[in-house]
Nanobody, 119 residues
Framework: QVQLVESGRGLVQAGGSLRLSCAAS????????MGWYRQAPGKERELVAA???????YYADSEKGRFLISRDNAKNTLYLQIFSLKPEDTAMYYC?????????????WGQGTQVTVSS
């Protein structure tokens, strides 16, 4: 089993930036890819960024340039930096981990952290 715990600033102003963190514990050696999903009210959950053990990175086309995903293997922590925040970024953000690659189904999920962007 793998446990994921997200943290990060919840309420931010448009135009600002924030960094979300995801601390992983448990059988981390079995994990290949980790990613960040978000779900806005009334919308489906979407993958916004992911990284695999080889360092390959995926970003949703709509967020390229504003999102930066990174992984600190020594700290077992995944990060997501979001720049030039928009009210449309308001959503619940989830950290996820997969035994497979980032485009496969994810096996473990964090509880989520709410991000609210005020205009």
């Amino acid at each position: 089993q793998v446990q994921l715990v997200e943290s990060g600033r919840g309420l931010v102003q448009a135009g600002g930036s924030l960094r979300l963190s995801c601390a992983a514990s448990g059988l981390i050696g079995s994990i290949n890819a980790m990613g960040w999903y978000r779900q806005a009210p009334g919308k489906e959950r979407e993958l916004v960024a992911a990284i695999n053990s080889g360092g390959n990175i995926y970003y949703a086309d709509s967020e390229k340039g504003r999102f930066l995903i990174s992984r600190d293997n020594a700290k077992n922590t995944l990060y997501l930096q979001i720049f030039s925040l928009k009210p449309e970024d308001t959503a619940m953000y989830y950290c996820a981990a997969a035994h497979g690659d980032y485009y496969t189904e994810y096996d473990y999920w964090g509880q989520g952290t709410q991000v609210t962007v005020s205009s």
